[in-house]
């Protein structure tokens, strides 16, 4: 099952890949984990890539196009994948377009994960981050047990500086008009399965396992 995950920043894109990819064994793959690690590792992408993050923007086309592409030829994309936070552009979407081709693979499904803009803020600028194992928490719908801590591996939980208030803002007036026009290009392939989701994160897993069956073969 070849998947992608469209949605705003803070949507629950991530969260649910990582519940999708558990329950079908399928890996998930994430852009923005790929470039902040990148960061972490201090690596000639990731010195790329920080500036570009930190201020709210996007990685260039060529760059994201050439990491995605590598990454889905992997054996453990054999039986499938879900892609998170990538296409972001038509010009990326063409490009995983022509991928797929190539590698005789064809997309399933393109899931719309719809949330309204004053939950997004809310989500993103109280969401805080692993900066060990990546694991994601909320202050007030998803708190560590101890405060500061994360409860899998005992790692600092941090605020991404993309999380940041005012870069928040800046991300999603860039990521809307973008993700707009991906909207309308999976539409027009039939592709395009929107979820209403101010919802609770079990509920909307549910309903996308519902989505999945009905037009998954
Ligand atoms: P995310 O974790 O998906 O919100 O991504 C964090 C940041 O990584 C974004 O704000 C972009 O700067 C960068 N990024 C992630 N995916 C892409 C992509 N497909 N194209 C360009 N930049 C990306």
């Known amino acids: 099952m070849n998947l992608i995950i469209l949605g705003l920043p803070g949507a629950g894109k991530g969260t ?3 519940k999708l990819s558990n329950k079908y064994s399928i890996p998930h793959i994430s852009t923005g984990d790929i470039f902040r690690s990148a960061i972490k590792n201090e690596t000639e992408l990731g010195k790329k890539a920080k ?3 930190d201020s709210g923007g996007l990685v260039p086309d060529e760059i994201t196009n050439d990491i995605v592409k590598e990454r889905i030829k992997l054996d453990d994309c ?12 038509i010009y990326q979407a063409e490009a995983l377009e022509t991928m797929l081709e190539e590698m005789n693979k064809e997309l399933d499904l393109a899931l ?12 993103l600028t109280h969401r805080r981050t692993c900066s060990n194992c990546g694991a994601i928490y909320h202050l007030d719908y998803k708190p560590p047990k101890k405060e500061g801590i994360c ?9 991404r500086s993309d999380d940041k208030e005012k870069v928040v803002n800046e991300r999603l007036k860039l ?11 999976y539409k027009k392939r039939s592709k395009l399965i ?24």
């Open 16 to 18: 649910q890949a990582k």
């Open 51 to 53: 500036q570009i993050i």
């Open 78 to 89: 054999n039986n499938g994948f879900i892609l998170d936070g990538y296409p972001r552009t």
């Open 112 to 123: 719309y994960i719809n949330v309204s803009r004053d939950e997004l803020i809310k989500r």
């Open 151 to 159: 409860d899998k591996c005992g790692g600092k939980l941090i605020q």
């Open 175 to 185: 990521n809307k008009e973008n993700l707009m026009k991906l909207i309308e290009f």
């Open 194 to 217: 929107t979820v209403k989701s101010d919802a609770g994160i079990n509920e909307v897993f549910d309903k996308i396992n519902d989505i999945i069956k009905e037009h998954v073969k």
